[in-house]
């Protein structure tokens, strides 16, 4: 359902864009988020994109610096990062939701998430 990609080994300050591919059934039909786990810390949502009301949701401690975006052509959601820090490393995920339920899963691990991708590795050096 869901195929992340775009990960790497950056430097803290420097950018990434994750993109995250569904079908087009999934695209329509299913709110997308971006959740990440670092090394002994809890599953976190990162950014989402309500689907229904167009809403965009962020973490506090990625806000101006992260940005998803929803790619209509390409049926991907992206989750541009920019001014990467080395606590931003962790895997990170895209997952799926109906329609209208992301926003309280996304202020969490989103444990009420329906599909998940399979991660992809962040890295950020000092």
């Known amino acids: 359902h869901l195929q992340a990609s775009g990960g790497g080994l950056v430097q803290a300050g420097n950018s990434l864009e994750l993109s995250c591919a569904v079908s087009?059934?999934?695209?329509?039909?299913?709110?997308i988020g971006w959740f990440r786990q670092a090394p002994e810390k809890m599953r976190e949502g990162v950014a989402c994109l309500s689907r229904s009301d167009g809403d965009t949701i962020y973490a506090d401690s990625v806000k101006g610096r992260f940005t998803i975006s929803g790619d209509n052509a390409s049926n991907t959601v992206n989750l541009r990062m920019t001014s990467l820090k080395p606590e931003d490393t962790a895997i990170y995920y895209c997952?799926?939701?109906?329609?209208?339920?992301?926003?309280?899963?996304?202020?969490?691990?989103?444990?009420?998430?329906?599909?998940w991708g399979k991660g992809t590795q962040v890295t950020v050096s000092s």
């Open positions: 087009r059934f999934t695209f329509e039909n299913y709110d």
């Open positions: 997952a799926a939701i109906a329609w209208g339920a992301i926003a309280k899963q996304c202020k969490g691990p989103g444990y009420g998430m329906h599909y």
